[in-house]
């Protein structure tokens, strides 16, 4: 039996910003219609991390019935490190806090990571910045920095049964691999960011379609990710 577990990322939820509630409401719809089993939240919930903004989003998630596992990013205020472990029927779920208070780049616990592994379990690990460089300027500025991709991908090398990295920031739908496992980004549930391969600064669109993913465990052990677009 298929075991569905959904990806909704950087709705980046603003009070006087009426298309941002509205786009985090359009994803959890369109999440709670294939019922998940869970639902990883990769980071930038909020724009300023206003108590309200959270209060909102969590209004927007109310058709989602499966429990929803958030991590924090580069826009999010939490007290607390928002990393932990979860166990989905026979998944383990690793979600890693990248997010550095006052910063917009972000940091990588990778030795924490190492504890929470275990041989033979089916792991996907969720973050907010992708532990991969994207090929774009702006981005890459305020990304993790490369001897703790390095160091990751020599992690997962050591350890196949991590089936999936799945990590937001990007605002685009991307794929790309490291240590032989396959890396994905989720778009954004409200603004994209347009692809510029040349762009110094980070340029936006409201045009283009968002989206959720939905990373599909197969009875062989194989996994897939489906990128579905929102009504």
């Not at 724009?47 to 989602?64: H, K, M, Q």
């Not at 275990?118 to 001897?147: C, F, K, Q, S, Y």
């Not at 990007?170 to 989720?186: P, Y």
Request: hydrophobic share 45%; with cysteine; aromatic share 4%.
């Amino acid at each position: 039996m298929t075991l569905l577990i959904a990806q909704i990322s950087d709705p980046h939820i603003k009070l006087d910003d009426e298309a941002s509630i509205r786009g985090l409401e359009r994803a959890a719809e369109r999440v709670a219609a294939f019922n998940p089993a869970a639902v990883l939240f990769t980071g930038d919930i909020a724009d300023t991390g206003a108590p309200e903004e959270y209060e909102a989003a969590v209004r927007a998630l109310a058709p989602i019935q499966a429990p929803v596992y958030r991590t924090a990013g580069n826009h999010d205020r939490f007290e607390e490190r928002q990393q932990y472990v979860a166990e989905v029927a026979h998944v383990r779920v690793v979600m890693c806090d990248t997010s550095v208070p006052g910063r917009d780049d972000g940091s990588l616990d990778v030795a924490w990571i190492e504890q929470q592994l275990e041989p033979g379990v089916p792991t996907i690990i969720a973050m907010h910045h992708p532990p991969v460089a994207m090929g774009l300027p702006w981005l890459d500025r305020i990304a993790l920095p490369r001897e703790q991709n390095a160091a990751f991908a020599v992690l997962l090398r050591a350890h196949p049964q991590v089936a999936l990295v799945a990590a937001g920031h990007v605002h685009r739908a991307a794929t790309a691999s490291l240590g032989g496992t396959t890396v994905v980004t989720a778009a954004g549930t409200h603004i994209q960011s347009t692809l510029d391969f040349d762009a110094p600064g980070m340029k936006t669109s409201r045009e283009e379609p968002q989206s959720v993913l939905l990373h599909a465990f197969l009875d062989d052990g194989s996994v897939i990710t489906h990128v579905q677009p929102l009504p």
